[in-house]
């Protein structure tokens, strides 16, 4: 459910308790990132007697992890300021709920792109939440609909704090694990509370100065949920770096210019500046969203000029 250094919290049959690692997992999770992460299944050897009722106290260490289940899914990025090694947020996970609020703070289509690639790479089901829907805002929400629909991706429209489309969230979260992410005071925990009355998430301010939020939630947890499911509750991000992913890998990420890409005059074709490029035809006559071509430009751009960095 959470991990602090190398402790962990496990939910147990007998409730959630917290564990160790037994010495050989240690002395992996000591020279290696993300041995044991939120969302594993693992095996625990009780190191104490547990009396039925018994008041579980969350500090004291009552077993040991001594194995770990494959994984079906994971989302993972490169660590921050240590990029060579992939950090897994969390794993075992159905679907990433990609939180986003149409202002406070500013609405960045290129971040919910950067999350659906995540997401695509990593096996988990992507879901736009478009939240503070009661916020004077200029977002064409049909339009945004229209353009993740045409990719098959899902968006929701919610308002936490004027309790505005939050049956869908919970459906949606209902008998699933789950993950909530996207940049900070977007509202992702104000979400949760709204939907789990028992959760009590510590919510933050938006800063008047910046409009941003103040990263509020400190740690990836999850939480059991009363309706059936669990979900991940994660500190908010400025921006998601993407793991394992080269510039030129980007083409085949984004589905509708993949489908395009065969007919371009080079069968290597960026769909940048080349000649005979059939994306960029595919755009001007609207059959690519522009928005979306946009969004490719930008996040190859960055990919691009990330990799020479490192050169
Ligand atoms: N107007 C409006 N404000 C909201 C809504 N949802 C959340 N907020 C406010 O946005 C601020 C940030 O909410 P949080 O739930 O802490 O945001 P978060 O995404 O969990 O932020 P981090 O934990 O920092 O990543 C709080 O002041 C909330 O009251 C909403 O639907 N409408
Ligand atoms: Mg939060
Ligand atoms: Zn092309």
């Not at 240690?26 to 990132?33: M, P």
């Not at 429209?157 to 789950?178: C, M, Y």
């Not at 030129?248 to 890409?261: C, H, K, M, V």
Request: charged share 25%; hydrophobic share 35%.
């Amino acid at each position: 459910m959470s991990a602090y250094g190398l402790y962990y919290r496990v939910q147990t049959e007998l409730g959630q308790i917290q564990c160790a690692l037994r010495e050989s997992l240690r002395q992996e999770a000591e020279s290696r990132h993300s041995v044991v992460v939120v969302g594993d299944n693992v095996d625990v050897e009780l190191l104490v007697d547990i009396d039925p009722g018994e008041e579980l106290k969350k500090k004291k260490t009552y077993g040991a992890i001594f194995k770990i289940y494959p994984r079906h899914s994971k989302f993972s990025r490169p660590k921050r300021g240590k990029e060579e090694i992939e950090q897994i947020v969390a794993a075992n996970i159905d679907q990433m709920l990609i939180i986003s609020a149409v202002k406070r703070p500013q609405f960045k289509m290129g971040l919910i792109d950067r999350f659906l690639i995540a997401a695509h790479q990593g096996s988990l089901e992507p879901i736009i939440v478009l939240n503070k829907i009661d916020l004077e805002h200029t977002l064409d929400l049909n339009r945004l609909e229209q353009i993740y629909k045409s990719i098959n991706v899902s968006m929701i429209t919610t308002s936490a704090t004027k309790k505005i489309g939050l049956d869908k969230f919970r459906e949606v979260l209902t008998n699933k694990h789950s993950i909530v992410v996207g940049q900070s005071g977007t509202g992702k925990s104000s979400l949760l509370n709204a939907v789990e009355k028992g959760l009590k998430l510590k919510v933050g301010e938006i800063s008047d100065y910046s409009q941003k939020g103040t990263h509020t939630t400190a740690a990836v947890e999850m939480h059991p949920l009363s309706f059936g499911g669990y979900v991940v509750d994660t500190p908010g991000l400025k921006y998601l770096g993407l793991w394992n992913i080269e510039a030129e890998d980007l083409r085949y990420l984004y589905p509708e210019i993949a489908g395009y890409s065969e007919k371009c005059r080079f069968r290597n074709c960026l769909h940048m500046s080349e000649p005979g490029c059939a994306v960029k035809e595919a755009v001007e006559e609207e059959q690519i969203y522009p928005e979306r071509y946009e969004s490719y430009l930008k996040i190859t751009g960055e990919l691009q000029a990330e990799e020479s960095f490192k050169k």
